[in-house]
């Protein structure tokens, strides 16, 4: 699946230190990103907010004329786009505060650039579909907003538990996600026993998805942790 | 307030005691006595005596010489009243003048119930007459009107038991009264005194019998309290020094990591420097982890870290961790193998999944960071009587016998207030240690089975 559209997303950076700022940015534009604006001050990041409508935002806690808390409570009241906050503060409470207020996400300085890239691409990922839904795997397409799969030029419809479970592969592909949290997908929260239930969803799903499903190549099992969703490009 | 009705009670009983056994000794000591007293029956018997012996001859009336010299002995006279004439019909010489010869009906009356010119006075029947025996004045005392109405006689036992009871109650009344004040001042001390180990300041009114006691407990109470409250202001200053430093130096080593990172994998530069590069990373990652536990473990030990606990299953929690760790993909030298037995799906223990995923991800990362050179990792949740068991091993360098038992039992410097040089080691499972002991846990550290280094975590499993 192409996510070069998340590229084009409009970033807003909020932060007082102009040489992380700088660091940021740099780190963004490697990435592919183009459309950055960064703000040192909360009023300036209402300013360029209002001007240049951005589509997602990275805001520092501790400002000089204002707290990110504060912050993001004037954004959100006026716009509706998805925010990270990126702060040296790590408390709980203060992970707490900024998810209550509607972040999407909190990471806590210092970090790794692979990890900030993942975690971004991850909002936008959930927050912008693409204007081409089909998600390509090895031997077959998935048509999540119509719960389908496109297989040698037929359409298989998917249950809800398998939507669900695909779903969460898909947010993760690439990497291992555990059996409980497929269950947790598919079944909501603390769910206990359903590991026999996951299988026999997981072998429907093969049947759907792979060309051989007695040898799976797009929903790999990584015995006793999880499986692992192989999507193409990524 | 137990020890108070303890003490109450202590007091009543000894008091009870001491009075039953006062009663019970003084009727031993009158049953003694009375029976003591019974021979003051000899004066009746002896007059009888007097009165069988004397006898009639030609010359009048005759006494045994024997009796005579034993009367003369006690100094007791003695007279003979015909029953004919009412006269004195014979007597023994030492008859005081003063008593008369002649006696009525009522005087008979009056000598046999007391006495002839102070005289007390005992009669013997004999067969014409009465034997009148005088002993010496103040010798004895006799009951002239010895008569009860009958009731009283006959409700005696009733009486006597009722008035034993009403003295016992009085005394009981009147102990209860005189202790009361006692009780009352004793009351609040010891409450005080009970109060002293909670964080909880006591103030006892100061006034009563014990006022200078209660004043004693109440500066005790400033004491301990101005105390406590010394010590937790340098603990939270302590934690929130740590807590301030590690917030301050995370910007800054943010962009140490971020641009090292980005040098890391810059291909414009030699092979040499991206090395360089990665070793800045490396490093700057090794800070951040020291941040992190440092910061944790100030606040764990100190108990400024809040618990959340929740019902969760450990099976999940733990794979999560091994599984984040292999999605990070840090470097494939330390490759983690997952052990748990497939059949065992479920672990239920009340616990801070957080903080139980950090001490799960500090066994990992202590693996890596001990055995630089690469090292398997093994990770298995069991069960045990009572516990959910979480093992990581590893096949590793290991320790030593020495270096087990100093990590099992030595302080961490962090805790420790002396001889720090010997205590120096990562703060990772001194962390690991402190999150086991605030869910109840334990900590194992010991030789791994895969010839490495081997730490067990046991919390206990929620029924």
Redesign the interface.
Known sequence: MNSDYLKQKRILLVDDEQELLDMVVSILQKDGFQNIKTAKTAAKAIAISETYQPEFAILDVMLPDDTGFNLIKRLKSTFDYPVLFLTARGEDDDKFRGFGLGADDYMVKPFLPKELLFRINAILRRSYKDENPLVKLPGCEIDFDRAEVIKNGKHISLTAKEHNILAALYRNAGRIVTIDALCEAAWGDNPFGYENSLMAHIRRIREKIEANPSSPVALITIKGLGYKLMVEGK | MKSVLKLIRRFVGIMLLSSALLIILNFILLFLYTVSQLPNSQPWQTAQEVADNLFQNDNGYVLPEDITIELKKNDTWAIFIDNATMRVVWRTDNLPETVPMSYSISDIAHLTRGYIDGYPTFTGEAENGLVVLGYPKDSFWKHMWPSWDYSLIANLPKTFLSVLVINIALIFIIYIIANSRLLKSVKPIVGGIQSLPTEETIHIKEKGLLSELAQSINKTSEILHSQRKQLRKKETARANWI?GVS??I??P???????A??LESDNGLSEDDRKKAAVI?KQ??R??NLI?DL?LASKLEYNMQ?INPA???L??VV??V??DF??MDIDDKHPIA???D?AL??C?ADIDK?LIKRAVSNLIQNCMNHNEQGCHIFVRVTTGENNCLITVDDDGAGATDEQIERLNHSPHYMLCDENTSMQRHGLGLLIVKQIAAAHGGTTGIGHSSYGGFSVKLALPMEE
């Open positions: 807590a917030h301050d995370r910007t080593l943010s962009m140490v990591m971020g641009y990172s980005q990373v700057s990652r800070m951040r992190n910061n809040p019902r969760q299953n099976v999940a794979r999560q091994v599984v292999i999605n997952w052990e748990t497939e799906t479920v239920l957080d």
